[in-house]
Every structure is written in structure tokens, then in C-alpha cells.
């Protein structure tokens, strides 16, 4: 959905689900995920349905992702860092189980 | 980081860098605390450390923030990124959360400068991934020097539309093509504020900006938009005509981001102009909390460089307020450029109000994103009685998802006073309380706490 304008500046890696990625040192983790082409980030506790970044400026919370651990960080709000564990929050809110 | 300052500013774009300045420069402590990773708020996202390196595809108006951002930081002032506040409370105690750990600051005066956020675009398919705001693609575009590569179709109406549509093409982005959602009606409207605008400085520049869109990419007239895919975005249907695309950006104007702003108590009411609710202030931006004002479009929408005014005229009254004797620059010639900043702005109020079809959606169109609340069940709801927003979280859980309201609020509020033949003053908006952004409880824990705190929760 996304390229980089140049390709000027240090990359980093980290990992989405497992899977390493290269990123910008200045990227967040929502910006690298689109640059990298991952099309969701989560599954809505409602329906399950995929949720992409919406807004990119901390407002919609459609970027929650579970980083190094912490689950519902803004992935908008967040930058890389080398070696970071990223993971796309799934699943649907199970009531009453 | 200090216990306490004199000044706390909240919000590091133009409005809250040009308070923290002239605050500073005037000898008050302060501090300004802002949750991106950089300065420049919205409008100047990612100025200190700018991946574009073609100055002219953001264009000269951006490259203006350079000055503003460079003076916060030769001010004095204690500037806080990756800051998160998510309290502010009448005391004038500021929560706040950086690196994972949460303090309370106390501040003798607050200038919030929390902005503006896209309007509500609510239409069938809006949830789906491939879809996103036009400020978002703006923001990856300043920040990341992200462009998109795939079919990308603009639509909407409003400054912003046809500014990003400018830079895209710029960079080297192809538009499918710009829809224009700007009901023709309106020009009658706008027509009676001509003359004013005439004068703004925004007309040779929107002009402009037109004209170069217009040159280079299809921009057509349109109603109704509806996004439609399963997993993701596959098409745009606009009146009925299909068009296979990969992104689809929605932009119909800018509101103020009143959520910290009500959780801290201040009064706000519906501005019929702008069609959002706004905080009631003084002329030095106080608002209804004592040592609380409010500067930059969270104000009021009135465009970057009026915010960037509203902040000095509110930091100078801070300075009088705490220090009598500090020198301070005369804010009539802040308030001059103010007006001929605000000069334009009923125009393009009037000419960009966003239709009622594209406010007030219908059908199983979703409202609330985050918990997936349709049109339909908030419209069957209010007809059964229900009267305004915080009854409705109750019956449908509207507003109660993580995004706090944000991206439903003027929604819910236009649609309960529409089915109940009511204003949006009588309606009211959700009523917000703190945290206003999520901390986690390890974070709450981490905050210091009296003797006296321990021994009242202590059996």
C-alpha cells in the first residue's frame, strides 16, 4: 500500500508475529508495518474483523498492537527499536465463558 | 522533569510551541509535555528530523514550523516527547506517563494545546483496512516519507483534501481520483463571507492548490461513497461507479480533540458553524476551569498559524497571571494577526460544511468502530427514548471502546438530536472521565503515594 519515498537514512529490524522486518530508525511501529505491507494489525473483539491504521495520530486506537509483551500499545505513538517483538492482537471477545 | 512547574503545556504543535516559548523566554518554569516522538503536533509532524528531503513537495508552509520549533527549543522551556497525559483535573495536577512510568505534575497554570482530529467519515466500508484518513497518509508523508503506491483515490472535501492531493502528486503519487464532496449549495452560503476571504491569506494559497490538483489529476464532483471488500479494500463506489482500489482516503474537515479537555472538566458547547462542540473561553483563551485555557484549534478550528497566535496570547496571560513584573511581548499584535488569520475562515466553514448524508449515516453503516455500533441501532435506540450519548453507551456500548469516543462522538450526538428533534447543546456529548489515554496499571502503580493515600486503602 505504501513505499518509501528514498531510501535515505539507517534501518533496523524487529518482528511482526515472529517474522523480522526492516525498518527506518524515525519509523513507529505502525509506519513500518505499512511499509513493510502487513494489510491488518488486529482483529476487532467485536466481529473479529481485520483493523488497518486509521487515523496515524493517536486518535482511532484502530493500530493496537502488542509490543515487547504489552498488549494495546498505539502503534502510531510508538518508534522501532532494534530487536523489537511486535505482535498483531487477534480474537474475539469471548462473553461469558 | 521538575514536581512542578509554573506552566504545564500539553500538546507540542504550533499552539503549544509558541506558549511553551513565550512562556519561557518570560521566565516561567515550564514544561510541555507532547506523546508523539517528535515536535510539530500534527501541521508540522516530524519538522526536527524530516525524512523528504524535496522541501518543495511538503511545501513552504511547512517548512515554516522550522522557526517556531526552533524557538521552543532555545526558550528554556523543558520539552517532553513520548509524554502521554491522560489526567488533568481542577487542581491543575497533570497525569502523565513517560517510559512506561506515570507521575503527577503540578502545574500553577495549563495551556492544553491537544489540537484537532479528522471529522468522523462515516460511510459503509469506513472500518475496513485500505481505508484511512487523509491526515494519515499526510502523516507518513511528513514523518516516514511513506507515499502510496498502489490505486489510491482521494475523497471528500475541505483545505486538507487538496493539500495532501498536492504533495502526493509532488512526491511522484498516481491518483485514481479526487472526489469532491462539496455540496454545490454551499457556494450561496460561503458567497456572503467572499469579501473576507478575498483578504485571507488562504485564498491566493487554496487557489493554488486547487489549480495545481486540478492540472494534474481527475477531480470530480460526488455524494455518496461507500468502500466495499471483505478482508480488505477492493473497490470505491461513488454514485453507483465502481473503482478497483487499494486505498481510499476520506478527509471532511478538522474538529477539536476536546477529549482531555471535558475530562478535565471544562465547559464546552455546540458550535453550529463548525458543527462540533468547542470550549467556552475568554479572549486570553481561559476556559471555564480556573489556570486552565485552551489554545490551538482544540479552540476552535481556525488553521495552523492562528494556533500558533492563540498559544503566545495565552502564555502571556499566564506570565501576567504569575509573574506581574516579567517582561512580555504586547499581545495586541498577537491578537492583530490573529484576526486576519481568522479573516477566511467563516468561507471556508460555510463552503466546506460537510452534507448532513455524510454526517448522519444511515443503515447498517458503522458508527462506533471500535465496538461496531451501527447507524441503524443508534437511530432505533433513540427513537425507543433514549436521550442522549451516555445513556446510549448503556444500551449499545457506543463510545466505550479505546478510542474513548473520539472517532463517534459528533455521530452519536448529531444522530440522537436529529431522531428526537432536539440541538446538539440539548443532546450534550459523552461525558469523559480520566485516564483519557490507556496507561497500564503497572504505570498507575509507579506513582508515589502519601502516607495518608496508603493508609485510607489499607484495612
Known amino acids: 500500500m505504501f513505499k518509501r519515498l528514498g531510501d535515505t537514512g539507517a534501518t533496523l529490524t524487529l518482528t511482526v508475529d515472529g517474522k523480522p522486518i526492516r525498518a527506518r530508525i524515525g519509523d513507529t511501529v505502525a509506519a513500518a508495518m505499512l511499509a513493510a505491507g502487513i494489510d491488518h494489525c488486529r482483529t476487532t473483539p467485536v466481529s473479529g474483523a481485520p483493523r488497518a491504521p486509521y487515523c496515524l495520530m493517536g486518535v482511532c486506537f484502530e493500530c493496537l498492537v502488542t509490543v515487547d509483551g504489552v498488549g494495546s500499545r498505539q502503534g502510531c505513538l510508538v518508534p522501532v527499536a532494534e530487536g523489537m517483538k511486535v505482535e498483531t492482537q487477534l480474537g474475539k471477545r469471548e462473553a461469558g465463558r | 522533569m521538575n514536581e512542578s512547574y509554573d506552566l504545564v503545556v500539553i500538546g507540542g504543535g504550533p499552539a503549544g510551541l509558541a506558549a511553551a516559548s513565550t512562556a519561557a523566554r518570560a521566565g516561567l518554569a515550564t514544561v510541555l509535555f507532547d506523546e508523539n516522538p517528535g515536535i510539530g503536533g500534527q501541521i508540522y509532524r516530524g519538522i526536527t528530523a524530516n525524512p523528504v528531503r524535496n522541501r518543495a513537495i511538503l511545501g513552504e508552509e511547512y517548512w515554516a514550523g522550522t522557526a517556531l520549533a526552533a524557538e521552543a527549543?532555545?526558550?528554556?522551556?523543558?520539552?517532553?516527547?513520548?509524554?502521554?497525559?491522560?489526567?488533568?483535573?481542577?487542581?491543575?495536577?497533570?497525569?502523565?506517563?513517560?517510559?512506561?512510568?506515570?507521575?503527577?505534575?503540578?502545574?500553577?497554570?495549563?495551556?492544553?494545546?491537544t489540537g484537532a482530529l479528522e471529522r468522523p467519515f462515516a460511510i459503509p466500508g469506513w472500518t475496513l483496512p485500505g481505508v484511512m484518513t487523509a491526515g494519515a497518509a499526510q502523516t507518513v508523508l511528513k514523518a516516514q516519507g511513506l507515499l502510496p503506491n498502489g490505486r489510491t483515490v482521494l475523497a471528500g472535501s475541505g483545505p486538507l483534501l487538496w493539500l495532501l492531493a498536492a504533495q502526493m502528486l509532488r512526491a511522484g503519487a498516481r491518483l485514481e481520483a479526487v472526489f469532491d464532496t462539496t455540496p454545490p449549495l454551499n457556494w450561496s452560503r460561503a458567497a456572503l463571507y467572499l469579501p473576507d476571504f478575498l483578504l485571507s491569506p488562504y485564498f491566493k494559497k487554496g487557489l493554488a492548490l486547487m489549480r495545481e490538483v486540478k492540472r494534474r489529476t481527475k477531480v470530480r464532483a460526488a455524494r455518496h461513497i461507500e468502500a466495499v471488500g471483505t478482508d480488505k479494500l477492493r473497490e470505491v463506489v461513488v454514485d453507483g461507479r465502481r473503482i478497483p482500489s487499494d486505498l481510499l482516503l476520506l478527509h471532511q474537515g478538522v474538529v477539536p480533540n476536546v477529549n482531555l479537555a471535558i475530562a478535565a472538566g471544562i465547559d464546552h458547547r455546540w458550535d453550529a458553524r463548525q458543527l462540533c462542540f468547542v470550549p467556552v473561553l475568554d479572549a486570553d483563551f481561559g476556559s471555564s476551569v480556573p489556570g486552565i485555557a485552551v489554545a490551538g484549534d482544540g479552540a476552535g478550528i481556525a488553521g495552523g498559524t492562528a494556533a500558533a497566535e492563540r498559544g503566545r496570547i495565552a502564555a502571556i496571560a499566564a506570565v501576567r497571571a504569575l509573574a506581574p513584573d516579567a517582561a512580555v511581548p504586547d499581545p495586541q499584535s498577537a491578537r492583530q494577526r490573529l484576526q486576519r488569520e481568522e479573516l477566511g475562515r467563516a468561507f471556508l466553514d460555510e463552503l466546506y460544511r460537510p452534507p448532513k448524508a455524510l454526517r448522519r449515516p444511515e443503515g447498517g453503516t458503522i458508527?462506533?468502530?471500535?465496538?461496531?455500533?451501527?447507524?441503524?441501532?443508534?437511530?432505533?435506540?433513540?427513537?425507543?427514548?433514549?436521550?442522549?450519548?451516555?445513556?446510549?453507551?448503556?444500551?449499545?456500548?457506543?463510545?466505550?471502546?479505546?478510542?474513548?469516543?473520539?472517532?463517534?462522538?459528533?455521530?452519536?450526538?448529531?444522530?440522537?438530536?436529529?431522531?428526537?428533534?432536539?440541538?446538539?447543546?440539548?443532546?450534550?456529548?459523552?461525558?469523559?472521565?480520566p485516564p483519557v489515554k490507556p496507561i497500564t496499571l503497572g504505570e498507575l502503580a509507579s506513582l508515589p503515594a502519601s502516607e495518608a493515600e496508603r493508609r485510607a486503602v489499607e484495612r
Do not use: H
Request: glycine share 12%; aromatic share 4%; net charge positive.
Open chain 2, 367 to 433: 458508527v462506533c468502530r471500535c465496538e461496531e455500533v451501527t447507524a441503524a441501532e443508534v437511530r432505533k435506540t433513540a427513537q425507543m427514548g433514549c436521550e442522549g450519548p451516555n445513556q446510549m453507551k448503556a444500551f449499545l456500548r457506543c463510545g466505550m471502546g479505546p478510542c474513548q469516543g473520539r472517532l463517534c462522538g459528533l455521530t452519536v450526538t448529531e444522530l440522537i438530536a436529529e431522531e428526537r428533534g432536539r440541538t446538539p447543546d440539548e443532546v450534550g456529548y459523552y461525558r469523559l472521565r
Open chain 2, 73 to 113: 527549543k532555545a526558550s528554556g522551556a523543558t520539552i517532553v516527547n513520548g509524554a502521554t497525559v491522560w489526567s488533568l483535573d481542577a487542581s491543575l495536577a497533570v497525569g502523565v506517563s513517560v517510559a512506561g512510568r506515570a507521575r503527577t505534575i503540578q502545574a500553577r497554570r495549563v495551556i492544553v494545546a
